[in-house]
């Protein structure tokens, strides 16, 4: 054999380990972390999240029982949910919610009385006058708040009643009954259960802005006529870095009108996919909402609409944006967990993963014009149901082939997808693929990152 055509030994040795993506999930927060409603108690704050009654149980369940300090049914308190058919009461999902939270020492945030959505469809086809309106509504509120008497610590008594530029939303009720249906709805509520919180709630109003300003006039008003409002909430539903700079501004000129506020609905959504520098943006988004609210005493509740990504509205929502929530769709905490535990006086640090996956790049034969490479991915206290491997190659190589995985190289950057039978690594396990390039002058071994 010429020289030239044999690899050194070294060469056929040598293998570049670059460590690669960790995947420790499991389904809890790391076990030394405490969990968010002792934080949140610790700084007298409520620390809820929404959710869907069907799920109360398994690793759901656990996570909701075990973080949360406060329950917000999703969709089963509103009127269509509850009263689909007129005169005929569909209450199973939200008795089964306020048992859950009952047995969980919880408080339920009761969603919501009145709102122009998600009503019944006799409600909204039917043609009412204004008085038959009010009595409707009036019957509505008087049956939902009395039959929980006692077990609501707050209500969203009026969802969403304003436009952005802070001008009354067109609506059944305000349509039919004037601006007024506010302070009704209020006073009903207050009539059926003198206890519960009563609040208005709304989304956009988490900065200063004109319609957050409409909100703070009318509290300001109701206040000023003796109509029990107690609170107002925040709805929260961001986008990937623009937690309004004013936030904190205006919790607290709501707290100085004299009521509560809550941050009731709070998700960060991003485009998808996912990727660790979106992530640790997102932690640092539910950090600084969460940070404001603990900022001002009278901020006493911060609920996520949903805290896990597989039970989020945001993708049939928004396509192409998910992720908003502070948990993974297989219950594996997220860095936006760990923000919300850091606003709340947690750890400090996102605790290192248990295990780790690992890729090995190595030449495995070479010749005057080309080469044989492979790659090695181990799991070692840790597995991956897929994977891709990146490297960028130093010196003008070019894959001309590849096998046991799907390899595209664009200029230098090589990115190689397992193929349909491989992406599995289990713990303790390997998986190898190979490939052919071309090289020319020198071949330096490039560094494999996992993603
Ligand atoms: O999370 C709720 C989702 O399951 C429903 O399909 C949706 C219908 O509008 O309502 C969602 O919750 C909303 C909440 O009740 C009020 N604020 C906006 C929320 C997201 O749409």
């Known amino acids: 054999m010429r020289s030239s055509r044999t690899p050194s030994r070294a060469c056929l040795a040598a293998l570049v380990t670059a460590v690669g993506l960790f995947a420790a999930g499991t389904g809890t927060a790391h076990a030394a972390d405490t969990p968010l409603r002792d934080l949140a108690a610790a700084k007298g704050k409520v620390i809820g999240t929404a959710v869907t009654g069907s799920k109360l149980t398994g690793t759901y369940g656990d996570i909701a029982g075990a973080q949360f300090s406060s329950l917000t049914p999703g969709n089963a308190m509103k009127w269509g949910t509850v009263e689909p058919t007129q005169g005929s009461f569909n209450w199973s999902e939200a008795d089964q919610i306020v048992a859950f939270a009952q ?4 408080q339920v945030r009761g969603h919501t009385l009145v709102w122009h959505s998600q009503n019944p469809s006799w409600l909204t086809n039917g043609s009412w006058t204004s008085a038959q309106l009010g009595s409707l509504l009036q019957n509505h ?5 009395g039959r929980y008497k006692g ?8 969802n969403e009643p304003f436009n952005e530029d802070g001008t009354y939303r067109s609506t059944l009720w305000y349509n039919g009954l004037g601006s007024g249906y506010v302070a009704s709805a209020l006073t009903w509520a207050h009539a059926a259960d003198p206890d519960a919180k009563l609040y208005i709630n709304d989304y956009n109003v988490e900065g200063v802005n004109a319609k957050s300003t409409a909100l703070y006039n009318l509290v300001k008003s109701l206040k000023q006529q003796g109509v029990p409002i107690d609170g107002v909430g925040l709805q929260a539903h961001l986008i990937l870095g623009q937690v309004p700079a004013t936030l904190q501004q205006n919790i607290q000129r709501f707290a100085d009108l004299g009521v509560d506020v809550a941050i009731t609905e709070l998700d ?3 485009a998808l996919p996912a990727d660790s520098t979106k992530l640790a943006q997102q932690a640092a988004d539910f950090k600084s909402v969460v940070a404001a609210c603990a900022a001002v005493a009278r901020c006493v509740n911060v609920t996520v609409w949903g805290f896990t990504d597989s039970d989020s509205w945001v993708p049939s929502t928004f396509p192409g944006y ?8 297989n219950y594996a905490p997220k860095p936006a967990y760990h923000g919300i535990a850091e606003a709340l006086g947690g750890s400090t640090t996102t605790p290192p993963p248990t295990g780790a996956c690992t890729a090995a790049y190595s030449v495995t034969s070479q010749w005057n014009t080309g080469f044989t490479g492979q790659v090695t991915i181990s799991c070692s206290g840790a597995s991956l149901s897929s994977w891709k491997a990146n490297w960028t190659f ?4 070019q894959i001309t082939q590849a096998w046991n995985a799907t390899c595209a190289q664009s200029g230098a950057a090589v990115s190689c997808a397992n193929a349909s039978y491989n992406g599995s690594v289990p713990d303790g396990g390997s998986v190898t693929f190979g490939f052919n390039a071309s090289w020319s002058g020198s071949n330096p071994l490039p560094t494999v990152t996992l993603g």
């Open 394 to 397: 130093g010196a003008g190589q």
């Open 151 to 158: 077990k609501i610590a707050a209500w969203d008594v009026v």
């Open 103 to 106: 047995a969980h020492n919880q």
């Open 322 to 329: 998910g992720a908003a929530t502070p948990y993974d769709e």
């Open 268 to 270: 960060v959504r991003m």
């Open 141 to 145: 509120i008087s049956t939902e708040v």
